[in-house]
């Protein structure tokens, strides 16, 4: 029985499994090659990203619909860890575990409002969604700081332990992004990965076999949602300093950009995402006032090589609306009543 | 309440509203001829705005001229966005190409950045500074030249769209582009005449909120954001629509900063973006497209 | 399947539905008992394929009800099918592209897995176990229609009759009590209609109560125990197939007025 499913019958989770273990060996392997404290600091940075696009990549790899919201509910993540700390004193442990509670339920809510749309709508409201957030991000001063951003966040600590040392931050943000990778992995394998992806693939089809397209999307969304807010509590504690300015419209575009030009969908996205992020902002520091133009050149000439890679999710379900289109006038048919022609037709 | 102060309030609101509306009608015009939502429209007004100030402020050239200049250039820009996206022949879907105008934005964007090192320029009105009275309130003359302009701009465009022969041509491929080829009209040729009159409308708003706030390279993202606010309020892809859609958030803002929540004037666009999603994503005056699944 | 006794399987009553003026179906009611082949037949425009979407939940019936064993469904609540045990196949092709042919199968069992969607993070024994169970019931079904070869082929890449089949195969992994099937000859060559009839005739001997929507008189006729036709959107007559082909309105009905010999009705 075993050997039968060990069989290629599982080639395409294994590959997702492959991949797992790839991520999770670049988590170990990467630290190794550099370990200065500044090398530290982009893995931990590597890490947080990682935790992020495996958050966006439910919604916009495996679900298919494009997410502008995900730098905003970093953000929000970053805000509520670094606000419960530094204005009301609640332990770091609590603020991690909280702030994404709280991205979650606000994904939720935004999931609810925008989830029956098209997809271009849907990523419109993700859109105005995201910059609300921005916006509220610099106006709400007293809370945030506004534009210049909030200080004096404590480093994580638990028990007592201060983690401040480059190797100690690395170790909890490549812990959590394992733990977040891991758990991705287990959905996407199983029957609630395959139901996002076959809605997708036939929306009728999906139906008729009991799968609530609103429901499954909706968890998408909310798991995207709680992951950027696990993300943003690390991103809090690891700079100690939150400012609007990382968590704006075009970081927002980049996310996507980066998990689309990597494989959306795949397990090895997020992480070559990752990748691809820790090194621009890494150039980016040496290239401030050329990055936006460079940056927006590459991006295009990437949309333009790998259409299908941005689009090819979106074209699909397009044909799938053709299709239906095609199958309401089959019932146009049915309708315009032309009684005794056709079965003779069909007979011969 | 101070009827005055309500009146300065709803006007100042009609003046932005009405750049908001222009910015709605261009994402209007490229959203009929392509289906695709046009990223890089804010930017237009940025350019037309930045532009216009630098030729008068950094190299003296008479405003009316600049302007002129300004529109030119901006339209050009337009037909480079159009080769941009649909020289290649590789985009084909309208979600395609509304990604790849995201990036066209970051590139003319940081294209600004770097041509106007970051200063910020202004026009003076073309009217004159002096201010006008109206029902006991004060208000700028470019006020009543910004509601001239959108009103002009979407009434010669409906006229346009519905009298002239490339106006018909531009509307029909917002039904059917497959249609539209076998009838020998270019997909390619009806959407780069839509880039252009995209781009011209942008830069006509450009230059009419130069002279109330000072333009930078980074103007253009938001307004663009909020002028798409202002098109879905008023039902994507219809002129008129637009302009009462612009008009109507541009007027809420300034009712939020006039009545002491300032710093949440921004915000109102994007709410009024999620709540026109939610509640009626045809807009308010409605068009036919179907927007949920 | 298990016992057959007493299950009386697809009720419809009173079915109406319009379009704007149109009225496609007006008061059908027909039954399809378990273990049995009931087939709807009709011409063009009678109003099959919009019965089919009332049952299946896709389109919501302006009255009238849709039982399954006992049980209303909601009108018009296509996703509730399942768990009632109603599966259906489609007229044009719908399978899960990019998904293999275990995974297309699997799918079908989707309602049966009572895990929670949250769950399959952690992916516990449980899951797992649940998860072998689907795979290996969905790797059974395959065996019996001779399509284990294919488990791990893309489903886009198998021959159209085969993905038909996949997709019926698919409906099986349910478990249904009812099954509607519409038009599932069509785009078939003739030499798959053998084999479908088998298939079909299978599927009513494991007890499920087969509503079949066809064109292929041939088929209908060979297979079904019961015979509604439907003609602009009412039911006409309904009996045996050799009642029915010999039943004169039938005749008119697909043929005009005029036609007297039933002779191009029997193949």
Known sequence: MMSRLAGPARTMSRRATWELWITLGLLVVLPMLAATDYALHIWTRMAIFLILLTGLNFIQGVAGMTSLAQAGFFGLGAYAAGIATVRHDVPPVLALALAPVLVTLVALLIGVLSMRLKEIYFTMATLGAGFVLYLLFGRMVELTGGPNGLVGIPPFSVGGVEFTEPIMKYGLAAVLAA??????????VSRTGRALRAYGA????????????????????????????????????????????????????????????????????????????????????????????IMGIVFLVAVQLFPRGVAGELAARREDRRERAKRSADLAADVAVDAPTTLKAVQR | MDTGLFIQVILSGLSVGAIYALVAVGFGVVFNATGAINFVQGEYVMVGGLSAGMLYEAWDVPVLVAILVAIALTTLLGVLTEMGLLGFGRLRTP???????????????????????????????????????????????????????????????????????????????????????????????????????AAAVGALAGAGLAPLTVMSFDSGTLLGLKGFAAAMLGGLGNPRGALAGGLMLGVAEAVMSGYGAAAYADVVAFVVLLAILTLRPTGMLGTSRAVRT | MTSTIERPGLQITGVCKAYGGLQVLSDVTLRAPAGAITAVIGPNGAGKSTLANVISGFVTQDRGEVVVNGVRLPPGKAVTRAEHRLGRTFQNLEIFTGM?????????????????????????????????????????????????????????????????LVEMVRVLAMEPEVVVLDEPAAGLPPASALPLAETIAGLAEDGIGVLLIEHNMKLVMSISQHVVVLDQGQVLTEGSPAEVQQDPRVIEAYLGPGATTSEELTL
Do not use: C
């Open chain 1, 179 to 188: 733990i977040g990778a891991i758990a991705a992995h287990n959905l996407l």
């Open chain 1, 202 to 293: 036939s929306e009728p089809a999906a139906l008729a076999v009991g799968a609530s397209p609103f429901r499954l999307r909706l968890l998408a969304f909310g798991l995207s949602g709680f992951y950027a807010g696990v993300a943003g509590a690390l991103e809090a504690f690891d700079s100690r300093f939150v400012s609007p300015s990382t968590f704006d419209f075009m970081t927002a575009v980049l996310l996507v950009v980066a998990l689309v030009v990597s494989g959306a969908g795949r397990m090895i996205g997020p992480i070559l995402g990752a990748l691809l992020l820790t090194g621009i902002e890494v150039f980016a520091a040496d290239y401030a006032d050329y990055e936006p133009l």
């Open chain 2, 95 to 197: 979600a395609s190409i509304t990604i790849a105008t995201i990036a066209i934005a970051v590139v003319v964007k940081g294209a600004a950045m770097l041509i106007s090192n970051r200063d910020t320029f202004a026009l003076p009105s073309l009217l004159g500074p002096g201010s006008l009275q109206v029902l006991g309130a004060s208000t700028s003359r470019q006020t009543l030249l910004n509601l001239l302009l959108a009103v002009l701009a979407v009434a010669a465009l409906t006229l346009f769209f519905q009298r002239t022969k490339l106006g018909t041509t531009l509307r029909a491929a917002a039904s059917d582009s497959e249609t539209l080829q076998t009838f020998g009209v270019s997909y390619r040729t009806t959407a780069r005449w839509a880039f252009a009159i």
């Open chain 3, 100 to 164: 293999t042919v275990l995974q297309n199968v699997a799918m079908g069992a989707y309602s049966r897995q009572r895990g929670s969607h949250l769950g399959d993070l952690v992916r516990g024994p449980r899951a797992r176990r649940d998860e072998i169970e689907v795979k290996e019931a969905a790797l059974a079904l395959l065996r019996r229609f001779r399509l284990e070869h294919r488990a791990d082929s893309l489903v886009e890449s198998l021959p159209f009759g085969e993905a038909k």
